[in-house]
């Protein structure tokens, strides 16, 4: 799944801004999970220009270029949140491993992460 960035909000206000060092308005990125919290948020996970920091944004500042997603996206939820990504990664607590880079967790992303890489050398 492709979205393009057409406006910036803040993580930590929710406020729109004009720029971030992480994502740029104009510029297209490939979705690595969807999640949806309690409060109805919808938020992508996105991967950037840095491999090993996929982060979450604001959906509102996209719109979805390509809409095709992946065979390995499962659809997990619990307790009123729902996430959409790669089987793999679905698991209650993953993203917690992932950031205090257990190897084992770091594996894992960067198998999933692989066919998005491959996707961007050849287009």
């Not at 604001?58 to 979805?64: A, G, L, P, R, Y």
């Not at 894992?108 to 996707?119: D, T, V």
């Amino acid at each position: 799944m492709i979205v393009k960035c057409v406006k910036i909000v803040s993580p930590a206000t929710l406020k729109e801004v004009p720029e971030h060092p992480s994502i740029a308005v104009g510029a297209c990125y490939e979705v690595f999970s969807i999640e949806i919290s309690t409060d109805g948020r919808a938020r992508f996970r996105i991967v950037g220009n840095e491999w090993d920091t996929p982060a979450l944004w604001n959906s509102e500042m996209f719109d979805i270029v390509d809409g095709a997603m992946p065979d390995s996206w499962t659809a997990v939820g619990a307790n009123g949140s729902f996430s959409l990504g790669p089987a793999a990664v679905a698991e209650p607590g993953f993203w917690e491993r992932y950031f205090d880079r257990e190897p084992e967790a770091v594996a894992i992303y960067r198998r999933e992460l692989g066919p998005l890489i491959e996707g961007r050398r050849t287009s």
